[in-house]
T-cell receptor, first 113, second 110 residues
């Protein structure tokens, strides 16, 4: 069992829908990450939160909106997505820095119709 | 300068053999080099990581060799087992983030 829990595991949505992905960890980690992974490709960093503050946005389109309500939770709000946004979205956490072991969840498989 | 090149793209090894995956980076500011293992349907899991102040690190059957002057590092899996069949990603980065290599799909055949 992974220590980073992501819900839902699968999500199918239309291009006009609004949905949210959720990520939770109870390891006391203070850095949390969102990655996007296409099939047979490496994870690509989208956002980094450090101590509940957004520290890195890798020029992600505004149709993706991250939120960190507290140190254990990370959300990714989705709106007006495009078919090319279909991918596996991975959440990860580390103790406090990027150069520490990152613990990944098993991801949300997102399909845009 | 953020690119991390990984080879080979795929690798088939006999059970009991040695699997070797190579990575090269460009940014000399990188000071953290992890290797992650990913099974289908799962998120990546950290295998082993190294800092540039050492040239080799071993944990069980997994060894990282690091060549700072060449800006290259590699993962050696000794006594490879069918359960090692997975995709492996190297990473390179620093205190803010890690950039992943392109991945190597390893198949260990009995």
């Amino acid at each position: 069992d992974t220590e980073v829990t992501q819900t839902p595991k699968h999500l199918v949505m239309g291009m006009t829908n609004k949905k949210s992905l959720k990520c939770e960890q109870h390891m006391g980690h203070r850095a949390m990450y969102w990655y996007k992974q296409k099939a047979k490709k490496p994870p690509e960093l989208m956002f980094v939160y450090s101590y509940e503050k957004l520290s890195i946005n890798e020029s992600v389109p505004s149709r993706f909106s991250p939120e960190c309500p507290n140190s254990s939770l990370l959300n990714l709000h989705l709106h007006a997505l495009q078919p090319e946004d279909s991918a596996l979205y991975l959440c990860a956490s580390s103790q406090s820095r990027g150069d520490q072991p990152q613990h990944f969840g098993d991801g949300t498989r997102l399909s845009i119709l | 300068q953020q690119q991390v090149k990984q080879s080979p793209q795929s690798l088939i090894v006999q059970k009991g053999g040695i699997s070797i995956i190579n990575c090269a980076y460009e940014n000399t500011a990188f000071d953290y080099f992890p290797w992650y293992q990913q099974f289908p349907g799962k998120g990546p899991a950290l295998l082993i990581a190294i800092r540039p102040d050492v040239s080799e690190k071993k944990e069980g059957r997994f060894t990282i060799s690091f060549n700072k002057s060449a800006k290259q590092f590699s993962l050696h899996i000794m006594d490879s087992q069918p359960g090692d069949s997975a995709t492996y990603f190297c990473g390179a980065g620093g205190y803010q983030k890690v950039t992943f290599g392109t991945g190597t799909k390893l198949q260990v055949i009995p």
